[in-house]
């Protein structure tokens, strides 16, 4: 671990946890412990999640991005679709996509990459209907790329839930992990990352009006002014001390 990046993860994590708590985890807190709760009881997700586990952290996206993107998109789904059996089956859907969206993260195209492989690996494990919601969901979670568009309802609601929790992680979770994660993946310098943060910042600005469920539009751009916040004190520090 690059000493430099571990400073800097934790000024962002001691500048996070001066802040607010996203609103969506305090008024959500059932559609969260509904997710939570069926990520523990399916062995489909057990096994999505073992697969992550083992397979480590992928240009910075690792088990803990993976797992909150996870139980965020099942909760999101709950939150569109209330409690009912229904709701319990695509969250699962959504929940496997959540934790392999990001399996073939340092290849080109990964979406498509990670929708393939885990066709290989499920396809004989669950139904072709669950199948479906998943590598649908998987296919379209990339930003500032036009999705696929269904008239299936649940193909677009899950695919929207797994677009709306992964780029909640372009909020806080974006300054106190991922970049400096994957710029140590990357072999990138912080003196690199200080040249591109404008650009940078334009990207995650951009985020904002891209999110899909009413929910995300609802919670989504709190959690990215909430990041960009920390940002502009993290480069204000990186500045400071490594310039």
Not at 191 to 214: C, L
Not at 219 to 243: N, V
Request: glycine share 8%.
């Amino acid at each position: 671990m690059d000493p430099v990046f571990d400073i800097i993860r934790r000024k962002a994590s001691e500048i996070s946890s001066q802040m607010d708590v996203p609103s969506f985890y305090i008024e959500r807190q059932r559609e969260l412990a509904r997710s939570m709760n069926v990520a523990d009881c399916s062995p489909d997700i057990q096994y999505a999640r073992d697969m992550v586990t083992e397979k480590g952290g992928v240009l910075g996206h690792g088990f803990r991005h993976a797992r909150s993107v996870a139980i965020d998109a099942g909760a999101i789904v709950f939150c569109e679709e209330g409690t009912g059996d229904q709701s319990g089956l695509l969250a699962e859907g959504v929940l496997i996509a959540g934790f392999l969206h990001d399996i073939k993260r340092d290849e080109d195209d990964h979406p498509e990459k990670a929708a393939s492989e885990v066709e290989q690996i499920f396809r004989d494990k669950i139904s072709p209907r669950m199948l479906e919601i998943i590598l649908f969901a998987i296919r379209n979670h990339e930003a500032f790329r036009e999705p696929a568009v269904s008239e299936d309802r649940d193909l677009m609601l899950c695919s929207g839930a797994l677009y709306d929790a992964d780029k909640f992680r372009w909020g806080p979770d974006n300054f106190t992990d991922t970049i400096w994660n994957m710029a140590e993946s990357m072999g990138l310098s912080i003196q690199t990352i200080i040249k591109n943060y404008d650009r940078g910042i334009d990207g995650i600005i951009r985020i904002k009006s891209s999110f899909r469920t009413e929910t995300g539009r609802h919670y989504g751009p709190e959690f990215i002014d909430a990041g960009l916040r920390i940002g502009e004190k993290i480069h204000e520090f990186c500045i400071k001390e490594f310039l």
